[in-house]
């Protein structure tokens, strides 16, 4: 298996981030919806989930493998503004695909809302 040496995890990793970039089918029906409208926890089981876990602790594959955030850590929470997580989420930082061009604004803000709720307070 020749193909082991350094393309295969490569692929893989492609593979990963490819997976992560796709938005669903909740984000294209709500992109019109004002942020109040918008189901965020819906949008986040879409399109966040598989990285940064149904809880936000990133205790998946993917988020071991990509090194995501864990949305629930204290400090992360305590220094991270939520304009700092509306632009992650628009340009995509390190690994994670940007969704600036996935989401609308309105998706953008509920979801940061929505993040910024997990880990309790």
Same mark, same amino acid.
């Given at each position: 298996?020749?193909?082991?040496?350094?393309?295969?995890? %490569?692929? @893989?990793? *492609? !593979?990963?981030?490819c997976? =992560? /970039?796709?938005?669903?089918?909740?984000?294209?029906?709500?992109?019109?919806?004002?942020?109040?409208? %918008?189901? @965020?926890? *819906? !949008?986040?089981?879409?399109? =966040? /989930?598989?990285?940064?876990?149904?809880?936000?602790?990133?205790?998946?594959?993917?988020?071991?493998?990509?090194? @995501?955030?864990? !949305?629930?850590?204290?400090?992360?929470?305590?220094?991270?503004?939520t304009?700092?997580?509306?632009?992650?989420?628009?340009?995509?930082?390190?690994?994670?695909?940007?969704?600036?061009?996935?989401?609308?604004?309105?998706?953008?803000?509920?979801?940061?809302?929505?993040?910024?709720?997990?880990?309790?307070?």
């Amino acid at each position: 298996m020749r193909f082991c040496d350094v393309r295969l995890p %490569v692929a @893989a990793l *492609g !593979l990963l981030i490819c997976g =992560c /970039a796709a938005t669903g089918r909740l984000a294209r029906e709500e992109a019109n919806l004002p942020k109040a409208q %918008v189901n @965020a926890r *819906g !949008l986040f089981l879409e399109n =966040c /989930a598989t990285c940064h876990g149904r809880d936000g602790r990133a205790r998946t594959i993917h988020g071991r493998l990509l090194g @995501a955030q864990n !949305l629930t850590d204290r400090n992360w929470r305590q220094t991270t503004s939520t304009a700092a997580v509306i632009h992650a989420i628009q340009t995509g930082p390190g690994p994670m695909p940007a969704f600036g061009h996935k989401l609308s604004e309105s998706e953008i803000e509920a979801l940061a809302a929505y993040v910024r709720t997990l880990g309790g307070r």
